[in-house]
């Protein structure tokens, strides 16, 4: 038996597993919180399974709110949280491969725990910190093996889904995926056409933010699950590409979708299609087109302060970060002057102020250096001057002497 110490995000829910428990239920810490708990990754919510059924434990808890009361989820309100509470259950057939036709209520903690989808998500937490494993998930968890839970088949007809969730764990986790669960993947592939965009693009997504992505998109590959997603049948490039890159790791979506649609696509046009074919937000899809007209200049070496302003690049360390990804030849150097040398937005952002043209040109205060300083401003705004002390002393030279 494994006995871990609750972490603090448990300890604050305690009280919703106490009262269950105290009410004759059982009750659990389960799925992705335990999984992160036991790799001591940070955790994002807390969720409850328990014995008792929905109006149980609506009558236990004063304040709830029905959030998904027909496949028995309750969100418990306690001093401003709110918590997740699940009854036990089982699902029945799947005949669209997203939903369950109907799910029945049950008592049996192992029953629930066996329509899980991998032996990892298949773990449970009691009050005391008894970590209960029916299906192997702490040794796979050691081992750094995705494996679903019992037939793999069965699992991936239940809901199609799971074939992305299986790769993208494999990302984000840097874990194998066990042999006769790739297997199952590369078998029912086709199955994945039927699920929405929105919900693929969700695992897409935390795919390529994983800590090894070349591992998700390697298995997404071989498994062929990338020909049964539409957005994806134009793309065949990008899967070539991208297991050969020596390093990628991606610090957020935008760099991410802009190296995908860097090695795929030719022009802004196709980006904003395929972007928009995965039903992407309008902001990531502006950020994305920004970034990949940065990379093309970078590329033929025509990026200077100028282009980046004008394309409105979020930040230049992105561009900087993708371009070291992709392998451009370039001189770090040139593209960081050239960043400082950015025109500015106001006068603080200036390289050049009040004192320099005293102690390094001799003006006095007084309205001359007044109007000088706001005549450079006026042209480095415009971009007729670039701003750099060196060429702005030029200019203020100038002025002084017209
Ligand atoms: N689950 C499942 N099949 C799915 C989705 C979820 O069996 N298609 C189960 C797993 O036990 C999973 C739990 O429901 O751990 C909670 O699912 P979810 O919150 O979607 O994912 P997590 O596993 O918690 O992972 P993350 O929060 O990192 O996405």
Same mark, same amino acid.
């Given at each position: 038996m494994k006995l871990i110490k609750l972490p603090l995000e448990f300890q604050k829910a305690r009280i919703i597993l106490e009262k269950i428990r105290n009410a004759g239920f059982e009750a659990y810490f389960v799925g992705?919180?335990?999984?992160? /708990?036991l790799l001591g990754?940070?955790?994002h919510d807390v969720d409850i399974a328990t014995s008792a059924y929905p109006a149980e434990v609506k009558q236990i808890f004063k304040k709830t709110v029905d959030t998904g009361i027909e496949h028995g989820t309750v969100t418990v309100l306690d001093h401003g949280d709110g918590y997740?509470? /699940?009854t036990f259950r089982t699902e029945s057939t799947y005949q669209d491969y997203r939903r369950p036709d109907s799910v029945e209520f049950v008592r049996s903690l192992e029953d629930d725990l066996k329509r899980r989808d991998l /032996? &990892?998500?298949?773990?449970?937490?009691?009050?005391?910190?008894?970590? &209960?494993?029916?299906?192997?998930?702490?040794e796979d968890l050691k081992k750094g093996l995705i494996k679903a839970v019992g037939n793999p088949n069965e699992r991936y007809h239940e809901d199609a889904l799971?074939?992305?969730r299986t790769v993208r764990f494999a990302s984000?986790?840097?874990f194998e995926i066990e042999a006769t669960t790739l297997k199952a993947v590369a078998e029912n592939a086709y199955l994945l056409e039927k699920i929405a965009v929105e919900r693929i693009n969700v695992e897409w997504t935390k795919l390529l933010l994983g800590k090894n992505p070349k591992k998700g998109i390697t298995g997404f590959i071989e498994t062929q699950l990338f020909a049964y997603c539409p957005m994806f049948k134009t793309m065949d490039q990008v899967f070539k590409k991208i297991p050969s890159l020596e390093q990628l790791h991606f610090n957020n979506e935008v760099t991410a979708w802009t190296l995908v649609c860097y090695l795929s696509l030719d022009n802004h046009k196709q980006v904003s299609k395929l972007l928009k074919a995965w039903k992407c937000s309008n902001e990531l899809i502006a950020n994305v087109q920004n970034c990949f007209s940065a990379l093309a200049l970078l590329k033929i070496g025509q990026i200077d302060a100028w282009n980046l302003y004008t394309i409105g690049l979020p930040s230049f360390e992105m561009a900087n970060y993708v371009a070291d990804m992709l392998g451009f030849p370039r001189d770090m150097t040139t593209i960081q002057d050239s960043y400082k040398a950015l025109p500015i937005k106001n006068k603080k952002e200036l390289a050049i102020n009040g004192g320099n043209l005293i102690k390094d040109l001799q003006f006095t205060p007084g309205p001359l250096l007044g109007k000088t300083l706001n005549t &450079?401003?006026?042209?480095?705004v415009s971009g007729e001057l670039r701003n750099e002390l060196s060429l702005l002393e030029i200019a203020a030279r100038k002025i002084q002497n017209d």
């Open positions: 992705g919180s335990v999984r992160d /708990t990754l940070p955790l997740e509470v /699940t /032996t &990892i998500n298949a773990l449970a937490l009691s009050l005391d910190g008894e970590v &209960i494993d029916l299906f192997g998930g702490l799971r074939m992305m984000q986790l840097d &450079i401003e006026k042209k480095v």
